[in-house]
T-cell receptor, first 115, second 112 residues
């Protein structure tokens, strides 16, 4: 069972560089999400997508962009990375059918360090 | 705005004791509540999902209850084992909203 695959697993990046975190799911879930997790702040939603072709802003969207060209892929782009974007990034997806409607599944995370 | 609180932030229990973890939320108009486990350096693993119409869910040694009117959920882990050491997070999805509000988690250490 693959579930959600994130890449890269970790990355060190110079400030000002552009970076795309990749996320692919094989569960055919409609909804996908990007969270960042920081010590003391917990998980915060960056962007989400309810279905292919649509996206929305979460709590902390500034400096990030997403696209949802198809059901499976939901990349997160940092146009010009800053040190405050140093974090662990998690991609997640949720289903919309059956007895466990709305159950959220997570990838293993991408650890990003911006210097 | 939905606020989700998990207290205490960290706790230790001896092996064999039952674990009781609490999650409280401010807005009772929820769609579902989900409990997760997170091991250090890893992603979140779904443990139990309780829909708003349900009072509890069980899986093996785990049992989660939901009381919407009081804004509380409790996760019980029976006969704790060292392998249960992890951070446990709860998350609440509002009605009509596809986004979850997360608590900051309970960091649990089970002492052999």
């Amino acid at each position: 069972i693959a579930g959600i695959t994130q890449a890269p697993t970790s990355q060190i990046l110079a400030a000002g560089r552009r970076m795309t975190l990749r996320c692919t799911q094989d569960m055919r879930h409609n909804a996908m999400y990007w969270y960042r997790q920081d010590l003391g702040l917990g998980l915060r939603l960056i962007h989400y997508s309810n279905t292919a072709g649509t996206t929305g802003k979460g709590e902390v969207p500034d400096g990030y962009s997403v696209s949802r060209a198809n059901t499976d892929d939901f990349p997160l782009t940092l146009a010009s990375a800053v040190p405050s974007q140093t974090s662990v990034y998690f991609c997640a997806s949720s289903n919309g059918q059956g007895p466990n409607t709305g159950e959220l599944f997570f990838g293993e995370g991408s650890r990003l360090t911006v210097l | 705005k939905q606020e989700v609180t998990q207290i205490p932030a960290a706790l230790s229990v001896p092996e064999g004791e039952n674990l009781v973890l609490n999650c409280s939320f401010t807005d009772s108009a929820i769609y579902n509540l989900q409990w997760f486990r997170q091991d250090p350096g890893k992603g979140l693993t779904s443990l139990l999902l309780i829909q708003s119409s349900q009072r509890e869910q069980t899986s093996g040694r785990l049992n989660a209850s939901l009381d919407k009117s009081s804004g509380r959920s409790t996760l019980y882990i029976a006969a704790s084992q060292p392998g249960d050491s992890a951070t446990y997070l709860c998350a609440v999805r509002r009605e009509g909203n596809n986004r979850l509000a997360f608590g900051k988690g309970n960091q649990v250490v089970v002492i052999p």
